[in-house]
């Protein structure tokens, strides 16, 4: 039973350490897109834009800490 939930442990971890990048990438980058792009289109309206420069400020971040990981490399 211990092996099994060993060997399942490892294959989490595998799962989160190679998908979790392109997955919050994916996220970061849709919620730039609904936000900016479709809601203005759905409620025929402008973008907030001090709200739009919050989350685009934020997005950057995520991108530099993402980077910053990368060029850390695995320890």
Do not use: H
């Amino acid at each position: 039973m211990s092996e099994r939930l060993f060997r399942a442990q490892e294959v989490a971890l595998c799962l989160i350490r190679k998908w979790w990048r392109p997955l919050t990438c994916l996220g970061i980058a849709g919620s730039m897109i609904v936000y900016g792009v479709v809601l203005p289109i759905m409620i025929r309206s402008y973008p907030d834009l001090t709200g739009l420069a919050a989350l685009v400020t934020a997005c950057a971040a995520a991108f530099a800490v993402r980077e910053w990981g990368k060029c850390k490399g695995n320890e």
